[in-house]
């Protein structure tokens, strides 16, 4: 448990009073944090991850908005330390994710109205609980609502090295799918293969290696139900180019910010289904649904075993966001990383 003292109340924050470039308008700000009233919940933050989406918001390009001045950070996670007097539902020890859109994760403090947040187990990683919301739930939904997959089945995904990516592996590992995994070539290509494996990846492939391949021709492997995209432009293309008829294609992602561009026969002769999917959605359907905590009982009890890690991750203290910034905004990807603010040393 964090220690916390009542006349220590300051709080650092990641501020932005303009949407734009975040490494000019995102500024380090102090405030004091007062008590919460009765309906509130102070919070004092453990680690909050730096996301393309947080990136995107704070650009003011990103389909959820929030009003200035704003705290960025969607997701993240955070322990109770004081609640307010009509309070029930949660307790100083307690873990906390956000409930709620745009919710301002990075800062070291904060009260909160409790219907904002959501409790989480506090015997976890901090680090895989705090991305619980996005990644770890996307793969989990994709994997779940637009096939009807069965152990044996095959799916099929680029940036297989993703951070989403990679909890696709450990899902499919853990509900006996088959995962062809397609990747970009780069000089340390055999170590990001052996890494992915372990994971639990049945193939791992270059997108070179992918327009080569013979696996499904021959029959080695069956051709997949389902087909993950978060790339787009030409990798997109050649994935679905390899579904069984009547398969499904589900987006999520544009990393090589281009379009996807599906062949006029896929529709025609092969009937392939072209779905998005954007976990924002799903949880403003879902938000109360025994399925959204269902959801999230199965990704706790598959980190709890060990059955669902992290990505590669590195924390970052507070004072050096624009380190997170940068890494998080490169377009290369290459590195299967996540950054996060760690929100325990601010300075």
Same mark, same amino acid.
């Given at each position: 448990?964090?220690?916390?003292?009542?006349?220590?109340?300051?709080?650092?924050?990641? !501020?932005?009073?303009?949407?734009?470039?975040?490494?000019?308008?995102?500024?380090?700000?102090?405030?004091t944090v007062s008590a919460p009233k009765a309906d509130e919940v102070l919070v004092?933050?453990?680690? !909050?991850?730096?996301?393309?989406?947080? +990136?995107?918001?704070?650009?003011?390009?990103?389909?959820?908005?929030?009003?200035?001045?704003?705290?960025?950070?969607?997701?993240?996670?955070?322990?109770?330390?004081?609640?307010?007097?009509?309070?029930?539902?949660?307790?100083?020890?307690?873990? #906390? #994710?956000? %409930?709620?859109?745009?919710?301002?994760?990075?800062?070291?403090?904060?009260?909160?109205?409790?219907?904002?947040?959501?409790?989480?187990?506090?015997?976890?990683?901090?680090?895989?609980?705090?991305?619980?919301?996005?990644?770890?739930?996307?793969?989990?939904?994709?994997?779940?609502?637009?096939?009807?997959?069965?152990?044996?089945?095959?799916?099929?995904?680029?940036?297989?090295?993703?951070?989403?990516?990679?909890?696709?592996?450990?899902?499919?590992?853990?509900?006996?799918?088959?995962?062809?995994?397609?990747?970009?070539?780069?000089?340390?290509? %055999?170590?990001?293969?052996?890494?992915?494996?372990?994971?639990?990846?049945?193939?791992?492939?270059?997108?070179?290696?992918?327009?080569?391949?013979?696996?499904?021709?021959?029959?080695?492997?069956?051709?997949?139900?389902?087909?993950?995209?978060?790339?787009?432009?030409?990798?997109?293309?050649?994935?679905?180019?390899?579904?069984?008829?009547?398969?499904?294609?589900?987006?999520?992602?544009?990393?090589?910010?281009?379009?996807?561009? #599906?062949?006029?026969? !896929?529709? +025609?002769?092969?009937?392939?289904?072209?779905?998005?999917?954007?976990?924002?959605?799903?949880?403003?359907?879902?938000?109360?649904?025994?399925?959204?905590?269902?959801?999230?009982?199965?990704?706790?009890?598959?980190?709890?075993?060990?059955?669902?890690?992290?990505?590669?991750?590195?924390? #970052?203290?507070?004072?050096?966001?624009?380190? !997170?910034?940068?890494?998080?905004?490169?377009?290369?990807?290459?590195?299967?990383?996540?950054?996060?603010?760690?929100?325990?040393?601010?300075?």
């Amino acid at each position: 448990m964090i220690t916390f003292q009542r006349q220590n109340s300051s709080c650092t924050k990641l !501020a932005f009073r303009q949407f734009g470039d975040p490494l000019k308008v995102l500024k380090l700000e102090e405030e004091t944090v007062s008590a919460p009233k009765a309906d509130e919940v102070l919070v004092k933050f453990i680690v !909050a991850p730096v996301n393309p989406a947080d +990136i995107n918001l704070i650009q003011g390009v990103y389909p959820v908005k929030v009003e200035l001045p704003a705290v960025g950070g969607i997701e993240g996670v955070g322990e109770v330390i004081e609640v307010g007097a009509n309070v029930n539902n949660f307790k100083p020890g307690d873990w #906390i #994710i956000p %409930n709620a859109e745009g919710f301002g994760t990075w800062r070291t403090l904060g009260v909160f109205k409790s219907e904002s947040l959501f409790k989480v187990p506090n015997d976890l990683n901090a680090v895989e609980v705090a991305g619980l919301s996005s990644n770890p739930s996307t793969a989990y939904r994709m994997l779940r609502d637009f096939v009807n997959l069965k152990p044996g089945d095959v799916v099929i995904q680029n940036g297989g090295n993703s951070a989403c990516g990679q909890n696709v592996i450990q899902i499919c590992r853990i509900n006996n799918l088959i995962s062809v995994n397609v990747v970009r070539d780069r000089p340390e290509i %055999n170590g990001l293969k052996s890494y992915l494996e372990s994971l639990g990846a049945d193939y791992v492939l270059t997108e070179e290696e992918l327009r080569k391949t013979d696996i499904f021709k021959t029959n080695k492997v069956p051709k997949p139900n389902l087909a993950l995209n978060c790339v787009g432009g030409r990798s997109a293309t050649e994935i679905s180019r390899h579904l069984a008829d009547h398969g499904t294609m589900v987006t999520y992602g544009g990393m090589s910010r281009e379009p996807v561009t #599906i062949p006029t026969s !896929a529709f +025609i002769f092969k009937d392939i289904c072209f779905r998005g999917y954007w976990m924002t959605r799903w949880t403003r359907l879902n938000k109360q649904s025994e399925e959204r905590q269902k959801m999230f009982d199965d990704l706790c009890e598959y980190m709890r075993s060990g059955k669902l890690k992290a990505p590669e991750h590195e924390l #970052i203290r507070l004072d050096n966001f624009p380190e !997170a910034i940068m890494k998080t905004s490169s377009v290369q990807g290459y590195i299967g990383c996540k950054y996060l603010l760690d929100l325990q040393k601010s300075n």
